[in-house]
């Protein structure tokens, strides 16, 4: 049986790991990373707002309601979901979640110079924000990442979902000779690259769905 490290908590990867079970690999799911809010004041008004991660989503609106004649703009379906489940409609969604510089592009030409405010982690990589003019956008820091490394079984694959759980794995952990690794789009396959660790394969887009597709070719 082939084990497989995922650096997300078991709790919502429930459904693949069903998935990876039926097909014969053994799952060892733990993240690195602990989340905590940041309470801060609303900026000034903003025509959009840009979700990052379905984790912005939730802290975001841990505090604030969203603004009715806001303009809702997500980085991938994910995030979208968790924005459609308070019954609001989302007007722009990356198409490549897994190339946030691309989607960033995408998302400064459908703004057309409206202002944006970015709900962000304190650990944000800031790749949207940074393709735009600072008068253009607001950043609005709405929850704490912090990393805590932690051991975990040797694997006959790895995948990394960001660089923030890649930096807390390799705090006590390195990839095992031979093995596959796979990271959860550009901007963690870009720090394991600067690790020394060159991935298998880039999920073009970070979602299960893909990791499926990914895997099912490979075995």
């Known amino acids: 049986m082939k084990r497989l490290f995922i650096s997300k908590p078991s709790a919502e990867i ?9 097909e014969g690999f053994s799952v060892h799911a733990h993240s690195f990373l602990h989340f905590s809010p940041i309470l801060s004041p609303l900026p000034s008004p903003f025509d959009v707002i840009f979700f990052s991660s379905p984790r912005s989503v939730i802290f975001f609106l841990s505090q604030y309601a969203l603004p009715a004649s806001v303009s809702i703009a997500c980085a991938g379906e994910k995030t979208a979901e968790i924005v459609r489940s308070t019954a609001r409609t989302v007007d722009f969604v990356g198409q490549q979640s897994g190339d946030m510089g691309a989607v960033a592009e995408a998302f400064k030409r459908w703004c057309a110079g409206r202002s944006v405010l970015f709900p962000v982690s304190t ?12 008068e253009q956008c607001q950043e609005l820091i709405v929850y704490e990442t912090t990393i805590q490394g932690k051991a975990v079984e040797t694997c006959d694959l790895y995948v990394f979902t960001s660089p923030s759980n890649s930096e807390g794995f390799l705090m006590e952990n390195q990839v095992a000779v031979g093995a ?19 991935p298998t394969h880039t999920l073009t887009e970070s979602s299960s769905e893909k990791l499926k597709e990914y ?5």
Do not use: C, H, N
């Open 215 to 219: 895997l099912s070719s490979l075995f």
């Open 180 to 198: 596959k690794v796979i990271a959860w789009g550009t901007s963690t396959a870009r720090y394991l690259g600067e690790q020394g660790i060159d």
């Open 123 to 134: 650990r944000s990589l800031k790749t949207v924000i940074s393709v735009f003019p600072e």
């Open 14 to 22: 429930q459904e693949l790991s069903r998935w990876l079970m039926e």
